[in-house]
């Protein structure tokens, strides 16, 4: 029978099956995901509220959801939520500008074989010619974004990092890597950020593993 609602809460209570399809890769996945999110370098707090920030980026509402619980649970407040869930939003929105750099190389067909160079991020100022209200109206977003609030800098810098390995931004990793180093993090929570957001990101795929099992039973 076909299913018009694509996404419910219930739906998620499906997970379980797949231990059953695929016992051995899901119990490794699970225990993967755990060791990820358990208290290290980083607090279990951090970790959850890099995973809710993740999750906002990866698009998936089972994670956001298992999240948001599990992050209420190590007393994040609404207020705290919302400025992680608000960093993720400038890094996505920040991963697309910083590729309008490709798109200016693209445009000008500039003959150069490589199309990642740290030197190529330097072109990112020609959208204040080409379009400086709206540039200089992100420009103000992310750095709002990014200041240090309720969450420290080092906090957000650390929440960056990880979201920009999960949009995949060269730019992105190279500066916010910069910065949280600068803020004071070390190699160690950097890793570690780094790991919450590959649970997740992985996570997700396998959270919409449910929607499948629904699709595949239809």
Do not use: W
Request: charge should be negative; aromatic fraction near 8%.
């Amino acid at each position: 029978m076909s299913r018009e609602e694509l996404y419910k809460k219930s739906y998620f209570n499906r997970i379980g099956e797949l231990s059953d399809l695929a016992p051995d890769t899901f119990k490794a996945f699970a225990q993967f995901d755990k060791l990820a999110l358990s208290e290290g370098k980083l607090t279990k707090k951090l970790k959850e509220l890099i995973a809710v920030a993740v999750a906002h980026t990866t698009g998936c509402p089972y994670c956001i959801e298992v999240h948001v619980t599990a992050a209420k649970s190590e007393d994040v407040t609404k207020e705290e939520m919302a400025e992680s869930i608000l960093v993720a939003t400038a890094l996505k929105a920040g991963s697309a500008l910083a590729h309008g750099v490709n798109a200016l190389n693209a445009y000008d067909q500039n003959g150069d074989d490589e199309l990642y160079k740290a030197s190529y991020f330097n072109r990112l100022k020609e959208f204040s010619a080409l379009n400086g209200d709206v540039f200089k109206a992100f420009v103000d977003f992310d750095t709002k974004a990014l200041k240090a609030s309720i969450l420290s800098v080092k906090e957000k810098e650390l929440i960056a990092v990880a979201v920009a390995h999960t949009t995949g931004c060269p730019y992105c990793i190279d500066i916010h890597t910069k910065g949280a180093k600068g803020a004071g993090a070390t190699k160690e929570e950097l890793a570690e950020s780094i790991l919450v957001a590959t649970a997740l990101k992985a996570g997700s795929a396998l959270a919409h593993s449910v929607n499948a099992l629904n699709a595949f039973d239809a």
